[in-house]
């Protein structure tokens, strides 16, 4: 990729997609979001024996994926960002190191983070339909407040994948407005999620007068997550870091959900 900089570091262009080109890329991630939740239940509810074991650790090993996909982005950064470009953070970590916003922007990353990211959000579509199967069969019986709880919970869970894959169509430089809506949205409802889903755990234990251990330290990582991305948000807003250090903070922010993820998925070994 050759790209002409008057001004270096540049970063990807800013693109604005035409209304033709915008509704055929809203009706695959439609698409994408249709196929991955109807694939999630289908699994859930249909597998049996050991493929049912493998799907239900797929959320544990997709967290993973999501940690090893941001990761090994940054690593190829080094050898494949053109130099003087932002991403290629050896030059200036502190102007230089770029969110995976901009690291999709170059190849194979561009192809590496969709895929990757793709994965997780099919992990977390099969923690949700397993959380509510689990839920559905076992205890029906919630109070208002944990009804609440539950149903926010898959409404940012099912908002969030489809912001998620929407963010992954709609890069910087096909649409760089939407692209940047749909990572604010997504993250906002994959901040949330965790701590709805935590706290309606921990309701839920409590009246059943269960041990709560569990539960507790999984709202103890939600509540982290939290923190972490009000602080990201904070220091975007007054720009009080480094365009470096902001990123590391976004991606930090992204490690914190998967974080959760992996440990909220072990409920499900059994």
Known sequence: MNLVCENLPCLAPAGNSQPDSELILWIISVTIWI?????????????KGDLRDWILAFPFFSGFIGIGTMGLSVILAIFFVPSGEVG?????????YASLSVLAYYKPMRFLIPVGFTIVSFGILISLVEGLRKWWIHSRKTGFIQSFLLVSWSITVLLGIFFVESTLLFTRDIDREIHLNMVAASHICLTLSPFLCSTFLLLQTKSENKSSDFQ???????????????????????????????????QIMIGSQLVWLIYFSTIFFE
């Open 35 to 47: 196929v991955l939740l109807s694939f999630s239940i289908i699994l859930v509810n249909k597998a």
């Open 88 to 96: 290629r953070w050896t030059e200036n970590f502190h102007e230089q």
């Open 216 to 250: 507790t330290r999984l709202l103890t990582i939600s509540v982290g997550i939290i923190i972490i991305a009000l602080f990201t948000y904070l220091i975007h807003i007054q720009e009080i870091l480094s365009i470096g250090f902001m990123s590391f903070s976004h």
